[in-house]
């Protein structure tokens, strides 16, 4: 599971064509690119340097496994999503013509876009992008491009503009990502390409049946294929050297086999060793086996991710996108989580859950701050702040699961965010402001590392509880879980006596960022006249609606206005610890029973829709300030440096690539799959 940013703070100005521009710390410049509603950040990778000959080796070779993934995500968002990138990139690097039109620039944009999202629909709201470009200039560039283009994409020239002219503009055809909308055939509904030729019925039937109820080790089913139907039969074309992405994971295992041959220690071999045999195999059971030995290296300095991992991208929530981490520890800041890990007994007797739900015993809530070294997969280039894995329940109920906040990434936010008037605009008053400029960035971590050390890890499902139980609401559900879990204990004295807050006003800073986005600003993430879709999102709104309607009698939180403009004003935080306490004990509740009708009722009654009048006037707001409410990141470029003997001897760092000349180079250099994989 993953943690996303939720502050939107980082200033710009945006122009009808995409701007480059500097913005000055330290000689460091965090901003790389602006276009459409993003940003393009620069995160730094500090200590790198401080790693032994060794750790850089694994490093490298870790980072190659990671960036020849990339393509295998393009192919999972949709199954034109190749097709797409290589023949815009055709046209884009191809181009002679003026770079000044209109048509160029909206060209840009969208080839940008595509970049971010990996693929047609926007990562975040999972809708088509429209595109601003004309058809008649796609087709005219399109047939200007040189053969050996055309070749090299592997699609005739007449089938790419048959294809793609309905894919990129026609508004009806693949409109939607992924859809999470009740009453419909989610499967078909999704232009996601985990599924083929299968009704949502059929697909539920057949993963249904593979389960047992008495089984208390189940794989993960559905997670490493697609589900398609071949002569009225279903089969799962599995993610394996041999099967489905096959180029791709073969790269992958290349490099892997070498990080291997210089891994840091017996356990880090054994974790790579079982990772290859999955990629090779496809065995889900051998993925539990990895996972299992992956959560009990805790020793090791440098540490990954690399597989098939989250289930957001399939609406029915079995099927993983592709992605890669590499990160070493953060030794000075990982004394913070240490504190929250080694006292996890203590939260989890103290929390407001009735306790049948709760674990008698918690085990290895393993915690660390990481800097981030390499992103990719469904990391890049929007990236979560704070992840914990492994997901499936049995294996963290046995073993306990690792749990990260990235901070070098967090801090690249926050560098990013300073002075651009959000706060000013949305906070009630100067008291607010202050709050969080004082204790904003420590809170905001704090927050990251308890929702990841102990949210997720805390509680427990009644025996004979399907965790699949909740469906579409499952997501949210659990982010809600692990989000009122911080929120409730950051209140609590015991933060102060073990030294993670400075003192008892630091946890309203977070308390206020909390119910000012959950109430008012994450909307201006949502397009006017659009629900509420991702989970993270779903939840925050959850929280923040449950609490403020809850809180109606008492007055602890309201929303008030002030020159036609609402604002939220927070009278009683300690009520409000005490109503989020409440709420954690029903989800909670619903999540160890696996209450499929209060999952419903909660998130569609709290999650999901928008006031119509106070969305329009949060995005007025906000379009004054000119901030792009999303960020994406581009890598570091590491090179390697042999001594003449061809021996490593150093991983040379360098940040001045650009968000283009990274994804034409990334494009160029990993990008083994075919333009269509079947
Ligand atoms: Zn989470």
Redo the contacts with the bound molecule.
Sequence with gaps: ????IFTLMVALFMTACSTSQKEQNENFSYTVDAFADMQILRYRVPQVEALSVRQKELLYYLTEAALNGRDILYDQNGKYNLLVRRTLEAVYTNYDGDKNTADFCAFETYLKRVWVSNGIHHHYGNDKFVPEFSQAFFENEVNKLPVSSIEKIGVSRSEILATLIPVIFDPEVAARRLVQDSGVDLIQASACNYYEGVSQTEAEEFYNAMKSPADETPISYGLNSKLVKQDGVLVEKTYKIGGLYSAAIEKIVYWLEKAQSVAENEQQQFVISKLIEYYRTGDLKTFDDYSIAWVNDTASHIDFVNGFIETYGDPLGMKASWESLVNFKNTEATKRTEIISSNAQWFEDHSPVAKEFKKEQVKGVSAKVITAAILAGDCYPTT?I???LPNANWIRAAHGSKSVTIENITSAYDMAAHGNGFAEEFAWSQAEIDLMNNYGFVTDNLHTDL??CL??GSGKLLPGVDPDALKAYGSTI??AR??LFGLYFMADPMMIKLGLLPDKDAYKAEYYKYFMNGLLTQQVRIELGKNVEES?MR?RQLIARWVYEKAKDDHSVELRERNGKTFVVINDYEKIQQHLGELLAEIQRIKSTGDYQAAHDIVENYAVKLDPALHKQILNRYAGLNIAPYKGFVNPVYTPIYDKNGIFVDLKIDYTENYVEQHLRYSADYSSLPTFNK
């Design positions: 599971m993953k943690k996303l979560p704070g992840i914990n929702h990841e949210g997720h659990e982010e692990a989000d993270h939840n």
